[in-house]
């Protein structure tokens, strides 16, 4: 049996319909993909904002957890032509991921994936120079050792970047939501909550900034069909439910269940 986190993507995952279809229409650039890889609140626009904080060299080694569909790791490597692991639970997502970036042959050597969990991280200690997170830690019910995990395979001062959804004053969240049918499998936590933890898992703030106006501006200006231009729709992805799952982060947002936030943090 799958766990139900993994069985929440792999369910709904239509690869051999999202291939079929780029292989007729051969993306040109990165940002064709972005109805399909960008599976977090705020598309290209939030990963972007994110990397500008960021300062990395050809040499750099980053690592995309929970990557997804790469879409985050795809940026990375062509913003500054790092090397890039991208690792997720999901080895489906791993999978499409790599058939994606082979569609940009000269993005194809920077990265890498492999199938892997958060709470065991298949890397040795001290392997990156920065540790990327984007809309993850709500999956996850045991962040202490995550955070321990994302220690251990930081090099001394390096980075950990979060772009992460948490709990708002109103409670309880709205579901389903892309990350979860139900609050039985979403582990949100508030902003203190999280702070408080990075701050035990020796993590020092270095930026912290609530996005979620900018996020709520995003998903009124992208209607629930957002499709890119070329016609690739979430629901590949995220199943036919995603219309409702739309509509439930624009109430979650609107309704302060939700916040989004963007940080930067140093390892000891
Ligand atoms: C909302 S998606 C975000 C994907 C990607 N970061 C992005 O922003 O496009 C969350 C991802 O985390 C992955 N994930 C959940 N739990 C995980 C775990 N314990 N270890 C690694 N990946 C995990 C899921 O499979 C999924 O791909």
Redesign the pocket.
């Known amino acids: 049996m799958l766990a139900p ?2 069985e929440h ?1 792999h369910s709904h995952l239509d690869q051999v319909r999202i291939l079929n279809h780029l292989r007729a229409n051969p993306p040109q650039k990165t940002s064709t993909l972005a109805g399909i ?4 609140i705020g598309g290209r626009d939030a ?1 972007a904002r994110l990397l500008e904080q960021l300062y990395l060299e050809a040499e750099h080694r980053v690592m ?6 790469g ?2 790791s795809r940026m990375l490597a062509e913003k500054f032509g790092c090397q890039v692991s991208g ?4 080895g489906e ?1 791993c999978e499409l991921a790599e058939q994606l970036t082979q569609f940009f042959p000269a993005l194809n050597e920077h990265i890498t994936y492999v199938q ?4 065991q991280q298949p890397f040795a200690n001290y392997s990156f120079d920065l540790v990327i ?4 830690l709500m ?2 019910p045991e962040v202490d050792k ?1 955070l321990a995990e994302i220690q251990r395979v930081l090099k001394p001062s390096g980075l950990l970047a979060m ?1 992460e959804v948490i709990a708002g004053p109103v409670q309880p969240c709205l579901y389903p939501t ?2 979860a049918m139900d609050g039985s499998n979403s582990f949100l936590t508030t902003s203190e909550v999280l702070q408080s933890r990075m701050d035990r898992a020796g993590f020092t703030q270095l930026h912290w900034q609530d996005v979620t106006e900018e996020a709520l501006a995003w998903r009124l200006s992208h209607g629930a069909d957002s499709r890119s231009a070329r016609g690739l729709s979430p629901s590949w992805v995220l199943g036919h439910n995603f219309r409702q799952m739309a509509e439930n982060i624009l109430l979650n947002l609107q309704q302060e269940r939700i916040r989004i936030v963007e940080a930067i943090y140093v390892r000891h």
């Open positions: 986190e993994l993507y890889d960008q599976l977090h990963t995309d957890m929970g990557c997804g569909l879409g985050t690792m997720d639970y999901c997502f892997g969990d958060a709470i997170s984007q809309h993850c999956h996850m995550v772009h892309p990350w």
